[in-house]
């Protein structure tokens, strides 16, 4: 029986087919793929807003898990069986950005799953440096949040945030409430906003502090929570313009904005307050193969709850349903897709 993909074709419409079943190529590994986990930047493809840059039938997912099924020319250390996750970035190697160090946002990186095809299939040939090892105690389940764990690690790094210092979460969707569950981790004092109220339930199940923005004086509740001063952090992982100037309205002097969240269109922002109070912006896009490391350990460990952020999982015959779920649906945090390749 040969495996089946799941198809983005246009907006709000995806196709679950068969997939063809090729071997790797040199440098290649096929991995069966157990699950797919569907994220933010998939929606925005399933609303038709990146049809600029996806090219149709286009096979989506990068946050996945699974095992290594075959193994292409010239690829060592590797054995059937291994369970995977995947990093995937390709970059060219010779841009400013990959010369500098920064290879994760290379000016001509190719993300799998959106430039090339992706994770929501049941086998998956991808190059072996994508691969990060899984712990074997891991489950495969929880093994397709590494990717977005990773993301919390990668923003909580670039915001330089310190033990003790005050950390304002703008948004409690599974991307906000990983980092606030990283920043906790790392000693910070952690306060999140949402609106929504399955996710402060969920926010709250795991002893996390929530504030509702409705009806409420955000800035004047995070002014007393932080002693007078602000927040010394705000990561912006919203996407709404109300959100951005919430975050920059609760800053502390010389507080740093993280922008987390995808902006499709411009926001206004008042940077008097930028001048008046010396603010940071700082842009926080992807991550390293730190991060990738990093966040299967913590989900190893259990010091990052999967279980509490994965509200369903679906086969990959209704994945459309499934994003459609993720889309209109209440009370959904994170919602998995069984790609059947492995377990």
């Not at 933010?40 to 090219?55: C, K, Q």
């Not at 095809?117 to 991808?126: D, F, I, K, L, Y």
Request: charged share 20%; proline share 7%; hydrophobic share 45%.
């Amino acid at each position: 029986m040969n495996p089946r993909r799941a198809a983005y074709t246009r907006a709000r419409t995806i196709v679950v087919d068969d997939a063809v079943l090729a071997p790797p190529g040199p440098g290649q590994v096929r991995i069966d793929v157990a699950y797919t986990s569907i994220c933010g930047t998939d929606l925005h493809i399933f609303h038709g807003e990146m049809d600029a840059r996806v090219s149709t039938p286009a096979v989506l997912g990068h946050e996945m898990s699974g095992r290594v099924a075959a193994i292409g020319e010239g690829v060592e250390g590797r054995a059937i069986g291994d369970p995977v996750t995947v990093m995937p970035l390709a970059w060219c190697g010779t841009c400013p950005a990959c010369r500098a160090g920064h290879s994760h946002i290379c000016h001509n990186l190719v993300f799998l799953g959106i430039d090339a095809p992706g994770s929501m299939q049941g086998s998956w040939n991808v190059p072996v440096s994508t691969l990060i090892d899984l712990p074997a105690a891991l489950p495969l389940d929880h093994a397709a949040l590494v990717e977005p764990t990773a993301v919390a690690i990668h923003d909580v790094t670039r915001a330089g945030l310190e033990p003790g210092e005050h950390a304002l979460v703008v948004g409690a969707g599974p991307i906000g409430v990983l980092i606030a569950l990283v920043a906790r981790r790392n000693g910070a004092h952690v306060i999140l906003v949402e609106p929504d109220p399955h996710r402060r339930a969920v926010a709250e199940k795991l002893d996390l502090s929530v504030l509702d923005p409705v009806g409420s004086d955000v800035a004047a509740e995070v002014a007393a929570w932080s002693g007078g001063a602000g927040t010394e952090v705000a990561f912006e992982v919203s996407g709404a313009a109300a959100g951005v100037t919430t975050a920059v309205d609760s800053l502390a002097t010389r507080g740093r904005l993280v922008q987390v969240a995808i902006h499709p269109y411009p926001r206004p922002v008042i940077l008097h307050r930028f001048f008046w109070r010396e603010l940071t912006l700082i842009g926080a896009r992807l991550y390293e193969r730190a991060d990738f490391e990093a966040a299967a350990r913590l989900l190893a460990d259990g010091e990052i709850p999967a279980a509490a952020l994965i509200s369903r999982i679906e086969p990959i015959e209704r994945a459309a349903d499934a994003f459609s779920t993720l889309e209109t649906g209440p009370g959904v945090m994170k919602v998995l897709i069984d790609c059947g390749g492995a377990r």
